[in-house]
């Protein structure tokens, strides 16, 4: 036995465990017996798929977090951008789905087709709203839509080809999607303008809006009915004013991204953002690797905890500055962190799933969800191209803390370290092009639920009292050095 003070024990990572088989009453990971909602934080609606796609520049873009909420899972947007592109992306995610249009693209009636047609493309819908005079005010004359446009040439002034209000069916303030999908499908029409008793438009409903609800069951919605989404800030003076504006733009959770979470600076921010009336969105805190690690971002007022120094594929912390905690042991140590709290902080075990079944150990360690990078790196939705190297196509991925990573930042004025001085963290590397990134999700979600399964966990909770893991007795091997599957 170790009586040496300096050797704190033994690190497990997710090579080093297999999950123990037990009794099942399951009848098949398929019968629907299994839930694998999750939370990210307090204060945020569960997940249906417990898994976020990580705060990389290579991984996580609006296309990214917007798939992954269609799908019930959560992306949070990089950070590494300025803080209006930043906003930008997260509104673009929040604007894919909705019960009601409550601003729609309006445009004056002397504009031409050409003028709604370069408005529609930037607003990305399929109708204009027509006013009169110098600026929309509510009131409103009509409505246009593509095939409108057919009737006319570019240079047509919108009012000669629009449906005029006279002409058009509407539906009163407090009328339900459902409700006005019903009056849609009575009348033959698409969009119906939801108009209050003063004449004033409130919004517009679109049987396309209603579709997206029927073909998304599972998707990850705020209070609104919008796609939910994360958004990364750092811990410069600046980021207050990106928090700040994120919060404006709706994301349902900040995430504070250090690598190192148990700095005293960590503390500072969440004080500061916490007692910022106008945020009052959860915040995720990071990262963190030991019990005392985690108690000190509970404490400081994290609405979760995101747990990993080391695993990640793309990082070389552990190589570099020596420091790390095997995964299996850092997920297991937030656990015991919080094991006798009443209201116990959700805890994202982040980074090192290179196999579906990492997912149901990082679960059955106590992680509610998952943060996974380099795995959805190679996906069509990730940021970036694809590129042909050695016959194959592949995505780049790269490591925050990796020298090209960091001349951006420098170029974003988070650093004024000079290149030559830096000494990288994390690499770039290539990954294999993989396709949609559903193809990744459903094997993750699949290899999830068998190993609920195989444990008779029907419920994360579950999975957190009854998993239990062997230790395999093989050469330990850093995670980072396994391949990565495609
Ligand atoms: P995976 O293994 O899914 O891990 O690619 C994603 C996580 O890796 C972390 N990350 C880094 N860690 N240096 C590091 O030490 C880096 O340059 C770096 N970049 C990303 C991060 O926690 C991410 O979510």
Redesign the pocket.
Known sequence: MNTNPKILGEGLGFDDVLLVPRRSSIRSRFSGEIDTSAQVARGVPPIHIPLLS???DT?TGWRMATTLALWGAFGVIHRFMSIDEQVKEARRVKERMRVMEDHPPVIPENATIADAQRLLHERERGYVIIYEGESFDGAFVGIATPRDFDAGEPVTPLREVMTPRERMWTVPPGTTLEGAVAVMRQRRIEKVPVVAEDGRLVGVYTTKDHEHYQHYPHASLDAKGQLMVGAAIGVQEGDIERALRLVEAEVDVLVLDI?HGELDYTQEILRRLKIEERIRTPIVAG?VATVEGARYVRDAGADGV?V??????????RDVAGVGIPQITAIMNAAEAFASDQDRLPIIG?????KPGDVAKAIAAGANTV?????L?GTEESPGEPVEQDGMLKKM??????AS?FEKRRALGESTTSADDYV????TTFTPYKGKAIKVLKKLRGGLLSGMSYCNARSIEAMHDQAQFVIVKSPLAP??RRPLQS
Do not use: F, W
Not at 308 to 317: F, N
Not at 371 to 375: A, N, R, V
Not at 397 to 402: D, F, K, P, Q, Y
């Open positions: 990580a705060n990389m991984v690598a990262n995101k990993g120094v080391g695993p990640g594929y793309v990082c070389e912390t982040d980074g090192g799933i290179r943060m996974i990078g380099s795995l790196a991925v790269r490591g925050m803390a990796s990573a990288p963290e994390g690499r995670e980072q």
